[in-house]
């Protein structure tokens, strides 16, 4: 193949590099639009992605294509890589959280996938709803199979069905952890530990180096920068002033190491207090910090560090079915009136305070509390205002307003099954030596509450696949 020519396949389609150009053609029957221009939004710059300059219509086809930054490199290519790089990588791709916080569907594809050593990611193709896109897995399975490509190298497309096949060839404990991940919370913690690991590995290593040259001083922070640098290859010398050396990163690593073990132990036996200092001098972030206790479903604990993350929190202990909780919840000081009028919110849906529910629902724009307020109209019965809250959600986030759709039709359908049950209990309670035809309506009524029982069967479904639409 020509070196200007390169080929990438995703499950919609196949890239073509050419120079600083990636183009992808595809069916033209692949699309429900109306008008071309119904794909103009995803020209919209976001920094997460590469920019799409152009989408026409040549024939049958619909023509995308993207610009690629210099010296760009594809995801394909990372398994060339160090560990320090390719951890560093799987660490950025989890902690861009596209998938949670893009209305459009993302192909997670290695191929779809672009990078500059060591924390730059961009992603190309992105689907709105008229579009193809890829709904045959979870977004959980894709990125266990992303990582583990990462991480090993092993076929992403052999690794969506069975993740652990990059175990044969690579059974560390921790791609054991990557591939029993439930959730893409527990899989992000797994990756930042992973690249905590693989750091401090590649700083021992140059350490180990440093000392078989019976080097009887040590050298300088910098000088020990620029040594780790190049022993690991993470980036070329023009680019050291773009990243932060290894030195640098390392020693952060040897200090969280340092107090692990504290920070485990306090965890274990419910001294929030004490994991939080020792969280503090093993210098975590206070989203890491906040995430560590979320995973404790330390909801209180996770907001008194970082009541930014009150959304993520939220979101947490519904899937946790630990929502009764929000109602006792109380943000810090140092939180932001936004955030504060927003947890008033969660606990009126939490206690269905309806003047409250109704009062802000024009003011809501987040996602995630529309869902939540439909779906609280929707357990009280409220039919009329869980189809207003959809209506607008519709504006909002298209997967949140099909699966709240789903949810209504699911609800119209067992009311249709209550009812049908309910006239066949009457028509068994008929005296049939007083009405000849009881017989026939006991029939008729098994046989509309049997449809009424698949309708509901079949709105059920719909609800499983919208709901896995939203993202897991």
């Known amino acids: 193949m020509s070196k200007d020519l390169e080929l990438l396949n995703i499950e919609v389609g196949t890239f073509k590099r050419l120079g ?54 594809s995801l394909k290519d990372l398994p060339h890589e160090n560990k ?70 092993t076929p992403y497309e052999r690794l969506l069905s069975n993740p652990r096949e990059a175990l044969a060839k690579h059974p560390d404990d921790y791609l054991q952890q990557v591939a029993k991940a439930t959730s893409l919370n527990e899989l992000t913690e797994m990756v930042n530990g992973i690249e905590d690991f693989v750091s401090y590995h590649e700083w021992q290593e140059v350490e180990t180096a440093q000392q078989k ?34 030195a640098d990163r390392s020693q952060t690593q040897v200090t969280r190491l340092k107090y692990s073990n504290q920070i485990q132990m306090a965890l274990n036996n419910h001294q929030w207090s004490k994991a939080k200092k020792a969280m503090q001098k093993a210098n975590y972030s206070e989203t890491r910090q906040a995430q560590t206790f979320l995973k404790h479903k330390q909801y209180q604990q996770a907001l008194n560090v970082d009541p930014s993350q009150l959304n993520k929190i939220i979101n947490t202990a519904y899937d946790n079915k630990d929502s009764s909780q929000v109602a ?15 947890l008033k919110l969660e606990k009126a849906i939490v206690n269905y305070d309806t003047n ?11 996602a995630d509390v529309l869902l939540r307020m439909g779906q609280a109209f929707l357990a009280h019965n409220d039919t009329q205002d869980a189809q207003t809250v959809q209506t607008k ?34 028509a068994n309670k008929i005296d049939g030596s007083k009405d000849k035809d009881k017989d026939k309506k006991v029939d008729s009524a098994k046989s509309d509450l049997k449809n009424a029982q698949s309708d509901q069967s079949a709105a059920q479904d719909k609800v499983d696949k919208a709901k896995h639409k939203v993202g897991d």
């Open 20 to 73: 600083n150009k990636l183009i992808l053609e595809l069916n033209h029957n692949q699309f429900r639009y109306d008008q071309l221009s119904e794909l103009n939004e995803l020209k919209q710059a976001d920094s997460n992605f590469l920019q799409l300059v152009n989408v026409v219509e040549q024939g049958q086809k619909v023509v995308l294509t993207y610009t690629l930054p210099d010296k760009v490199r």
């Open 213 to 246: 040259t019976k080097q009887r001083l040590w050298l300088s922070m910098a000088g020990v920068a620029i040594v780790a640098v190049l022993a690991v290859g993470l980036v070329h010398k023009s680019d050291e002033r773009k990243y932060q050396s290894l």
């Open 84 to 153: 320090a790089i390719r951890s560093a990588i799987a660490k950025e791709i989890m902690a861009q959280k596209v998938v949670n916080d893009s209305q459009y569907h993302i192909a997670l594809n290695p191929a779809n996938l672009w990078y500059y050593p060591m924390k730059h990611v961009w992603y190309a193709y992105r689907a709105n709803e008229l579009m193809p896109y890829d709904d045959k897995h979870s977004n959980l399975a894709k990125y266990k199979a992303l990582i583990l490509f990462c991480l090993t190298g």
């Open 328 to 342: 006792d919840w109380q943000l810090p000081t140092k939180a932001t009136s936004k955030q504060k009028d927003q």
């Open 356 to 366: 409250t529910l109704n009062n802000q629902l024009s003011f809501t724009t987040n």
């Open 393 to 426: 959600l519709a504006g909002v986030n298209s997967p949140k307003a099909k699966y709240l759709k789903a949810l209504l039709s699911l609800n119209a359908a067992k009311n249709e099954v209550s009812d049908a049950q309910k006239k066949l209990d009457d």
